[in-house]
Structures are given as structure tokens and as C-alpha cells.
């Protein structure tokens, strides 16, 4: 999180004109993602919860199982799309896409903390 909120300090036209700063933030929002389907896939397994058949669907099995508001899992499957498309996309990916899924993912992977950890706490 840190290494992000870095990177969105940078404005726009330096952090498009810079392949250090947009390639680290590629690279980041991608550990990010990664890090946040690997802790939902833990609680499922756990809980012994519907197996994804996706990774799209990690998110929502989280909302339908109110571990996630259902709006919000909606909201952040996407992130699961993007992920691939930062994986396999190589050359193809929007700069700006880049930049705004930066801006927008900060608050998001703030906003499935704050579940994450109320769910935690309210299971034990």
C-alpha cells in the first residue's frame, strides 16, 4: 500500500511519460490484486464455502456470504479481470487504465481491509 500511495502522488502526464513509475505501478497493483484473492480464497477454503470457478467469483462468494457488502464484492470482481489483463495483456495495457485503476484501487484495497478485519474480529 505504501508503494502505491507513492505512485499516485505522481501526476498524471509524468507518471504516463515514465515507464519506472507506471511499470512499478503495474507490477504493485498486481501483487495487490493477487494478495486480496489469495486472502478470500483462504477465508472460503476455511469456512468451506462454494469453490470459485473464477477469480472473479472469490469476490462475490465473499459478498453472498456477508464477509463483503454485496455492492462492494460486485464492485472489486472487476479488480480480478484487471489482474489478468495485467498478467497477460503484456504490451496491449491502457497506460491510462493503469493510472486509474491506481487511483480508484487504493481505496478499494483500504476498503477490503476494513471488512477483512471487521469480519475477523466479529468471527472469533
Known sequence: MKI???LAKENKEDFLSNYKIYGLAE???QLSIECLLDIGNH???NLELKKPE???D???ILGENSILPKQFAKKV???AGFRNILVH???DIDENLVYDSLIQGLTDFE???KYILKFLEKDQ
Open 111 to 113: 476498503d477490503f481491509i
Open 54 to 56: 473464477k477469480l472473479q
Open 89 to 91: 495483456g503484456y504490451s
Open 77 to 79: 470482481a472487476k479488480m
Open 27 to 29: 507490477r504493485y497493483l
Open 58 to 60: 472469490i469476490f462475490l
Open 43 to 45: 477465508i472460503i477454503a
Open 4 to 6: 502505491l500511495k507513492d
